[in-house]
């Protein structure tokens, strides 16, 4: 994986501009609100000189400890074979015992995963709103049109998702890269005009802002958490760039460039107070404000794209663990695996991203909203960390309880102070999240439950055999692969095809794949098999949580590891399984019924294996459920 290779210096320069462009694109953007809404709005503080310094101290020491030393430097150190992001962290936690602390935080991490679908909805609402806002700061004729061009660059970039990123990928480093030097430049020249902005480095302006202001300072956590925002990509894309690129990246311009715009407005309203409403854009000389409103529209695109991407491969490791039922997937690009578009996820996003945009019309507003499922999602990925970390380093119990304790602290009282903000607009992600989660939760239990079932009706192969000498059946030519979920005895499937054909082909074939609690699975470590006798055997698939199954494929390496050539034609035989749902033990009736309408528009197996779709029979069972 990326950070266990060392690049060349010229790949490790693209590795790094791409991770400008995909990790970054969110945190970078967050200058264009985050101040503002700490000094305008239904939470803001006076604009003083001693509350300017306080936030702009609190932004500071934000990104130090919750990005510089959480995720860059402990949280990318913990990697499931070379990814990161919570559902890595809840695959490191499930090898073991989910009883008790541990099943609760699976659960928790799976909450946190939902809350990812929350931010996947209001990043791009909030992100491309707030830069269009700027048209109306040069003058307000453009007032009314800033939700109506809202929604058609959301349109616009929802619609071109079937391409794939890829096609358009190749700009998003640079459009990032000159979005950084350029409000790095401006802050540097604001910071000129004001240099006793630098002051705000000085940890002590955040105690006396909280002294000061008490009770209302403390309600200002939930807009200065909005600098924050994407700080969750730097761990969950780490597979995708390794740990040196991305650090790189950050302290190389990200990080200065983020900190002399904050410092520029800053220094700005020391000196503007009545500019508070939005410091970004009055802080800019006249003759850069429509450049920049540009550039901020087309890095605000760039962080919504890295955000829709990030929910496609959240569903896709999902689907693999077992937690989201199967859906259409299709690959981009011939040559990244992980470049995966899902149409039914992409169109539920549009339409509610189009749907946020109209109901809060306002990136003030929607900025309640935001905190709450970007300050859960922490405090739920430090918890994580805490119980990975004492198994993978074994650190003395001291050391680790400290830093999970001051982690804790820090994105709690975040937390604390978003829940504040619940009725202005932090119950959707809330509602996104308990709905995304409850879906999880009956996919996830219903699964078990049908295993169970499965497993009920498996004969052993010893059995099996022993009834086929007493009545030998007639053989035909070709080879029948039967897909099942087991690694023991003779499938359901198998059981069915020859109830009622009667028949058995030359060369049989169970194949089972099974997906690990890993994000990849080496080639040479993919495929084994072993051999029944009587031209029966068994092959076993092993594919990570990153991965995608493909049949095929499967077949002709067990072929090069000396699996007999396989008798032409070969035909694939699945089961497709009809729940007949009954009242009883195991989960309630309506949970049931949920999971049959999930099981039934989950879309067919021949897709997901890639199999030939003129080479599959399938065979359907009633099962009691």
């Not at 400008?20 to 709005?41: K, N």
């Not at 000159?178 to 401006?186: M, T, V, Y």
């Not at 003779?490 to 009667?502: D, G, K, S, T, W």
Request: with cysteine; glycine share 10%; charged share 15%.
């Amino acid at each position: 994986m990326g950070q266990t290779r060392r690049a060349a210096p010229q790949g490790l320069a693209l590795l790094t501009l791409s991770a400008l462009g995909v990790v970054f694109g969110d945190l970078g953007t967050s200058p264009l609100y985050s101040l503002q809404e700490s000094f305008h709005g239904p939470h803001a503080v006076e604009v003083t000189s001693g509350n300017i310094l306080g936030v702009l101290s609190l932004i500071i020491w934000s990104l130090l400890v919750v990005v510089c030393l959480k995720y860059l430097t402990l949280l990318l150190r913990l990697d499931n074979e070379g990814e990161g992001g919570i559902l890595a962290l809840v695959a490191m936690l499930r090898p073991a015992r989910s009883r008790g602390g541990r099943a609760m935080l699976v659960g928790l991490g799976l909450f946190g995963a939902a809350l990812l679908y929350g931010d996947g909805v209001i990043t791009p609402s909030i992100s491309v709103l707030s830069a269009v806002e700027g048209l109306k700061v040069a003058t307000p004729v453009f007032e009314p049109y800033v939700v109506p061009l809202t929604v058609l660059i959301l349109l616009a970039l929802f619609f071109v998702q079937p391409w794939g990123p890829g096609r358009v990928g190749v700009v998003f480093g640079p459009i990032v890269a000159l979005w950084f030097l350029s409000i790095g430049a401006f802050g540097a020249w604001g910071v000129l005009r004001a240099p006793e902005v630098l002051a705000a480095f000085n940890p002590w302006h955040a105690v006396r802002f909280f002294q000061e202001s008490g009770w209302h300072g403390f309600r200002v956590l939930g807009s200065v958490i909005l600098c924050l925002t994407g700080a969750e990509a730097l761990y969950a894309d780490l597979g995708n760039f390794g740990r040196r690129p991305i650090r790189l990246a950050w302290f190389s311009l990200a990080l200065p460039a983020l900190l002399l715009s904050y410092l520029s407005q800053g220094a700005f309203l020391l000196h503007h107070p009545e500019a508070a409403d939005a410091p970004f854009y009055r802080s800019l000389p006249g003759q850069a404000l429509y450049p920049m409103v540009v550039l901020a529209m087309l890095a605000t695109v760039v962080a919504s794209q890295a955000l829709i991407s990030a929910v496609f491969s959240l569903t896709h490791q999902a689907t693999q663990l077992g937690y989201c039922p199967r859906l259409t997937l299709r690959h981009t690009s011939p040559t990244h695996e992980g470049q995966i578009y899902l149409p039914a996820i992409n169109w539920a996003l549009m339409t509610a991203c189009v749907a946020v945009v109209l109901n809060f019309r306002s990136s003030q507003s929607l900025a309640s909203a935001y905190g709450l499922a970007v300050s859960g999602t922490m405090l739920i990925t430090t918890l994580l960390f805490g119980s990975v970390a004492r198994r993978r380093w074994h650190w003395p119990p001291w050391a680790l309880g400290l830093a999970v304790a001051g982690f804790l602290l820090v994105d709690a009282s975040f937390l604390g102070a978003n829940l504040l903000k619940i009725s202005e607009g932090g119950w959707l992600p809330l509602v996104i999240a308990s709905g995304v989660f409850l879906l999880m939760a009956v996919w996830r239990r219903g699964l078990e439950l049908l295993l169970d079932q499965r497993d009920t009706h498996t004969v052993d192969m010893e059995k099996l055999f022993q009834t086929l000498s007493r009545s030998p059946l007639p053989r035909v030519r070709g080879t029948a692969v039967f897909l099942t979920g087991t690694r023991h005895g003779a499938p359901l499937v198998l059981m069915h095809h020859l109830a009622h054909n009667q028949v058995l082909h030359e060369q049989v074939v169970l194949l089972t794949v099974v997906t690990e609690n890993e994000a990849s699975v080496e080639p040479s470590e993919r495929v084994s098999w072993q051999s029944h006798g009587q031209g029966v055997t068994r092959v076993t698939a092993r594919y990570g949580f990153m991965e995608h199954p493909d049949v095929p494929r499967v077949l002709e390496q067990a072929r090069q590891l000396g699996l007999e050539v396989l008798t032409e034609p070969v035909t694939f035989y699945i089961g497709r399984v009809t729940l007949s749902v009954r009242r009883g033990r195991g989960a309630p009736l309506w949970a049931k019924r949920l999971f049959r309408l999930m099981l039934r528009n989950a879309p067919p197996t021949t897709d997901h294996f890639r199999l030939p779709a003129r080479r599959v029979m399938e065979l359907g069972a009633q099962v009691e459920f």
